[in-house]
T-cell receptor
């Protein structure tokens, strides 16, 4: 969802539920998308990525869905665990840039809180 | 491999003081980046270095300078710290021909 002021959107779920975190991207020329997880006091860590020629990609307990028509990305976490509590960021990369000219654009993030 | 390391972990400065944030990576990555992260906001790019010997401005470069000392190290300098520079600073690196960045643990800076 959209964030207001300085507060991140927050998603609260119960342990064992499935979580869906959404991200709207801005550039129709973006061809590569990444989800990062950032735990409190740590740097972002890669979770899963997807290219624009795909609409779904699955990892271990995580699935990323891409809807290019509405420029929307989602991260689904199955059987959410307390260790999944973190801030989740999406990032997009514009086609044609690679290597040193690769400058991804980061979303503001969503805070996931998992209640035991 | 230690990955991306940053020092110090935490620093308190007075307005007008200077300091250098250090970043090093042992993965032989070509590109390195400095970001700042403020409460409720995403990562904003300060400077980046596509390769050893080159640096370029990002979205919010004012008040900062950088040095790509060698392939491993990329430092960020605040010449005259201001309270607006209170933030968490992350360094990241990127291997050649890859598109996923590796991030350090961050430096928490408080400017009084």
């Amino acid at each position: 969802g959209e964030s207001v002021g300085l507060h991140l959107p927050t998603l609260s779920v119960q342990e064992g539920d499935n979580s869906i975190i959404n991200c709207a991207y801005s550039n129709s020329a973006s061809d590569y998308f990444i989800w990062y997880k950032q735990e409190s006091g740590k740097g972002p860590q890669f979770i899963i990525d997807i290219r624009s020629n795909m609409d779904k990609r699955q990892g271990q307990r995580v699935t990323v869905l891409l809807n290019k028509t509405v420029k929307h990305l989602s991260l689904q976490i199955a059987a959410t665990q307390p260790g999944d509590s973190a801030v989740y960021f999406c990032a997009e990369k514009v086609a044609g840039f690679s290597g040193g000219s690769y400058i991804p654009t980061f979303g503001r993030g969503t805070s996931l809180i998992v209640h035991p | 491999n230690a990955g991306v390391t940053q020092t110090p972990k935490f620093q308190v400065l007075k307005t007008g003081q200077s300091m250098t944030l250090q970043c090093a990576q042992d993965m032989n990555h070509n590109s390195m980046y400095w970001y700042r992260q403020d409460p409720g906001m995403g990562l904003r790019l300060i400077y980046y270095s596509a390769s050893e010997g080159t640096t370029d401005k990002g979205e919010v470069p004012n008040g900062y300078n950088v040095s790509r000392l060698n392939k491993r190290e990329f430092s960020l300098r605040l010449e005259s710290a201001a309270p607006s520079q209170t933030s968490v600073y992350f360094c990241a690196s990127l291997p050649r021909e890859r598109e996923t960045q590796y991030f350090g643990p961050g430096t928490r800076l408080l400017v009084l």
